[in-house]
């Protein structure tokens, strides 16, 4: 690859950010994808400049280029065209997350869980069904083994301490 000619999926990436109307800078487009703009600029242009002044070819990782691709509305089969199956995989999972959540594990579990619970229960899929059970056991065995916890950490019994009476303390009187 020449040095100042971008890899086949930058400028796949390039061509449908221009194709949007209205016109998407590099700048909105950088945000939405959670990139600095200079990182996207560089993988657009296909290289990135180091400090010596020396032009090294920019590609991008398959996640970011998923990002990237998702912003400009690039489908995971353009990517493949392009040779970036990786970066194809990485955009399924970023459109069909739902297939890839972990019931009871972080945000997007959460975020699952409020999908599923706005729904009538006639509409709800064997799938939405199969997620719920799942959950459910998830959070069992967390709450199970945090009262294991809990009972093993007892809190030694409290020891009656003397005390000494309070008020002024008695004086001697010196005998003579």
Known sequence: MKEDVPAPEAALIKRARKAIRPTLSIRAAAKKARLS???????EAGYQTVSDGTRVPAIGLAGTL????????VSSKQLREVG????ANELDQLINWRDYVRPGYGARSFRRHAEIMQKPESERTPEDHAFLAAELAVTSQRQ???????SDKQA?????????PSGPEPRCSGGT
């Open 156 to 164: 030694p019994p409290v020891q009656p301490t003397s005390r000494q």
């Open 84 to 87: 970036r199956q990786d970066a």
């Open 144 to 150: 199970q083994a945090a009262a294991e916890a809990a």
């Open 37 to 43: 703009e200079a990182r996207w600029r560089q993988i």
């Open 66 to 73: 998923a990002r990237m691709a998702q912003v400009v509305n």
